[in-house]
C-alpha cells in the first residue's frame, strides 16, 4: 500500500498523470489532472485500487480529498469510477456539506449518482465526514497554544493561524507559523 509519492509530473491526460519519481513512470488517475502542471514537483496522496486483473493507483493533491474518496468508495454502489468524477466536479466541502444536508439534488448532479445511489451516500455518510473540522480546530488549538508558550501575543496568533493550512502536520504548521511571525 502507497501513501504518497513524491516526484515530478511528465504527462497529462484527460484522467490521469504520470509522475517520474527516481526513473520510474507512476500512472495515477487523479480527479483534475490539468491541476498539475509538467515538469513541476508535486506530492500526490495515493490509493491504491488491487483487483485479480487489475492495479490501479488513484491520487489526490490533499489528504482531505482522499480521505472523502475513501469515505466515498465504501458506500454500496459506489466505486472509484463513480467517486473520482464527484472530486473532479464538485469541491470537497461541496459534497460534505449536500450529504450533511441531504441535498440529493446535489448529488445526483454527478455522473452514475441517481436517486438510489444519492440516498444511499447520505444513509452511510451523514455525520461521519463532519469530524475532519473538529480535527482541523484541534489542531489550530495546538498551534495557538505553541505559539503562546514561546511568547507571542493573542493577536499577532490570532492573525498568522488563518493563514496556515490546517492539514498539515503540527510541526509543520508551526514553523510556518513561525516564518509568518518573523516577517
Known sequence: MYAYIKGFVKNIESDYIVIDNNGIGYLIYTASPY???????Y????YQYVRED????????SLEEKKLFLKLISVKGVGCKMALPMLATGSPD??????ERENI???KKFPKIGDKVARQIILDLKGKLAK???????????LVEALKS???KNADINKVVKKIDGSLDIGLQIKEALKLLLK
Request: aromatic share 14%; charged share 25%; no cysteine.
Open 94 to 99: 461541496g459534497i460534505i456539506d449536500a450529504i
Open 43 to 46: 506530492t500526490v496522496y495515493l
Open 35 to 41: 491541476s498539475f502542471e509538467i515538469d513541476k514537483e
Open 132 to 142: 475532519s473540522d473538529e480535527a482541523t480546530v484541534q489542531t489550530s488549538d495546538e
Open 54 to 61: 487489475e492495479i490501479t493507483l488513484y491520487g489526490f493533491k
Open 150 to 152: 514561546l511568547g507571542y
Open 105 to 107: 439534488l446535489y448529488l
